[in-house]
């Protein structure tokens, strides 16, 4: 099925001023127009936060999970036409565990592009403009190798590669998930090196990744400097907690996205009226951050 058309303006103050639609905001910037220009891989990522960066709360299960007080179509909608544009994208273990028991349910990003899928027009638009198939290829950070890959990846014909450590790449773990047909690459000692990453992914010719998962993977990008761009989709309203330990915020650092060293705001739009998930009526920023030059 395909999800509803969101007939949306939104306000645009950088860099122009202006109204322009919701719909096809994100998917009309050519990202494998700006990766040709950049003469290397473009390195995105994404995240709904609050107006204090956090982005997850612990659910009554004991995880994480994005917060209802931040879930809106409007926001979904953005996501899925940045995953629409990438080549590969990145996730984690502890996703793939949580897809293999959710299911749609888990914040789909490895098969809503499919036939019959959330956005499935967005799969029909990838293969229009020429992209191998319905969705991007996947690559799995994870020092531990203590999962398995849900066998609708396994079906799907996409290349899934694993980057670990150099010990748990030539462990008992890694012969089974090479068995079901992914790729192991060695990236680090103590953990996953974001620079052996992202070469051995441009080195693979993928031209846009996404890193789909939660700050730590972030982190290691931003150590490695290797992001190229930061998309925040900020939420007006601050999310109430007791316990810090409980919530989860898009820096590792506990820092500011709006001071994040080395990147500069070069778009930003607003949605004036979005409702949350707990039905909250609010507005909503959608801000992007370049790698300064």
Do not use: C
């Amino acid at each position: 099925m395909s999800p509803e058309k969101i007939s949306v303006l939104v306000r645009e103050t950088i860099p122009n001023e202006r109204r322009v639609p919701l719909e096809g905001l994100y998917l009309n910037q050519n990202l494998r127009g700006l990766a040709e220009k950049l003469g290397s891989p473009l390195v995105i990522a994404n995240y709904v936060t609050d107006l204090d960066d956090i982005i997850a709360t612990k659910g009554k299960s004991g995880d994480f999970e994005v917060a209802k007080e931040l879930k809106n179509p409007n926001d979904w909608r953005l996501f899925q036409e940045l995953t629409a544009q990438a080549d590969v994208i990145i996730t984690g273990a502890g996703y793939l565990n949580r897809f293999a028991k959710l299911g749609e349910a888990a914040e789909n990003v490895l098969t809503q592009f499919d036939e019959g899928g959330a956005f499935e027009e967005l799969g029909e638009w990838r293969l229009q403009k020429g992209y191998k198939s319905r969705n991007p290829d996947i690559a799995i950070v994870s020092r531990s190798l203590d999962f398995s890959i849900p066998e609708s990846l396994v079906k799907s014909g996409r290349e899934i590669i694993i980057f670990t450590t150099d010990v748990s790449a030539s462990s008992d773990a890694a012969i089974k998930l090479k068995a079901q047909g992914a790729t192991i690459v060695a990236a680090g000692t103590d953990g996953v090196d974001g620079k052996i990453m992202i070469d051995h992914l441009g080195s693979t010719g993928y031209k846009v990744i996404k890193m789909t998962t939660g700050p730590r993977v972030l982190d290691i990008l931003l150590k490695a400097g290797v992001l190229n761009r930061l998309y925040i989709t900020r939420v007006n309203r601050n999310i109430t907690y007791d316990d810090p330990s409980e919530v989860i915020r898009v820096l590792l650092s506990g820092g500011k996205v709006s001071e994040l060293p080395g990147f500069t705001l070069t778009q930003r739009y607003i949605d004036e009226n979005i409702v949350t998930k707990d039905w909250f009526k609010t507005s909503q920023e959608f801000l992007v951050y370049d790698k300064s030059k």
